[in-house]
């Protein structure tokens, strides 16, 4: 085995050994503290702890294919609650209300429409101005949120209809319909990183912007298509959520984007690009719930919850960049 491949099974593995490790505490520490009535790794728990990972997780896995392409977005927390109001707010237009249920699949895609166009307008300025994309998204981000707050003012946009909410909150196979999604998402991306042109194409610019321009990779449209895909997953992640939940506030969403670029490191993706994974993305998610959940578990508040993802965090940069150094130097931990 090379050394690049002692790294990256490192990488791969070290998330998954992570889970285990949390599982493992909260499940003791949790019996020794005597602080909750139920087992951490009961069953029905870890099924709650998917379902409440899909909104996040969702978000998270198109945020690695940004950050495989060297890029970064930060409007993903701002989409999310546009397209929520989008779905809510359609469903009471008259001529929707008029279709009654046939009124849902149209309200999505609305919503779904939001995103993707939300994303296009991302990607086209990043190509066509050459600007940094975390400048663009950042103003982006600022953008799209004052049209949630001029959409309905301060107000939460509110509608709940229960078909909706009997769709959203169903299960099949002992899984929640939120977690049917993350879970398709996490398969479908993966397979586009893996056996596509495409996904191949995001690592080569990831690993040299240069190079793949001079081997003939359309890179400007190739940043409009996953800035568009990251759109979109924002979208369905505020479909899957407010489905259910039936009112969308205008600061909702807010820090999703931190959350998302957070789990994504936390899987080992390379913040300047040309490495990742969708499958250690989806254990970034389940790592941060787990830690949210577990340290609740325990009795922490939401500042110590805060903290040590924080601190996790810089970690984990830490020793992206350890395993990263160039040369034969030696590690240092």
């Known amino acids: 085995m090379t050394a690049q491949s002692r790294k990256d099974l490192v990488k791969q593995g070290g998330i998954w050994a992570f889970i285990v490790a949390e599982l493992a505490f909260f499940s003791i520490a949790g019996q020794f503290l005597s602080v909750s009535d139920s087992a951490f790794m009961d069953l029905d728990n870890m099924l709650l702890l998917l379902k409440q990972s899909a909104p996040i997780g969702i978000i998270a896995l198109g945020m690695t294919i940004i950050m495989i392409n060297g890029n970064i977005d930060l409007s993903v927390g701002a989409i999310f609650a546009l ?29 779904l429409l939001t995103g993707v166009v939300l994303g296009a307008i991302n990607g086209l300025i990043v190509w066509k101005t050459g600007v940094d994309a975390f400048i663009v998204t950042l103003g982006s981000m600022l953008g799209f949120r004052g049209l949630v707050f001029m959409y309905n003012g301060e107000q939460p946009t509110s509608h709940l209809n229960w078909s909706l909410v009997d769709f959203a909150e169903a299960q099949f196979l002992g899984l929640h319909t939120a977690t049917w999604f993350l879970l398709i998402s996490a398969l479908a991306l993966w397979l586009l990183m893996t056996r596509t042109v495409h996904g191949r194409n995001a690592y080569a610019i990831g690993n040299n912007r240069d190079a793949a321009v001079n081997a003939g990779i359309r890179v400007g449209p190739h940043f409009i298509w996953n800035f568009m895909l990251i759109g979109f997953l924002a979208a369905l992640s ?87 150094r160039k040369g034969k130097e030696e590690l240092k931990i």
């Open 238 to 324: 505020a479909v899957v959520f407010y489905s259910e939940s039936g009112s969308v506030n205008p600061n909702d969403g807010m820090l999703y984007e931190l959350w998302a670029i957070t789990a994504v490191v936390l899987g080992g993706t390379k913040l300047a690009g040309g490495y990742g994974s969708i499958i250690s993305t989806l254990g970034g998610v389940i790592a941060i719930q787990l830690l949210r959940k577990g340290l609740g578990h325990i009795g922490a508040d939401t500042q110590t919850v805060n903290l040590v993802i924080g601190l996790i965090l810089i970690a984990v940069l830490f020793l992206d960049r350890q395993l990263n």
């Open 83 to 111: 397209a929520a109001i989008v779905l809510l707010d359609s469903m009471t237009w008259p001529f929707m209300q008029a279709l009654g249920d046939w009124a849902i699949p149209l309200a999505w895609v609305f919503a």
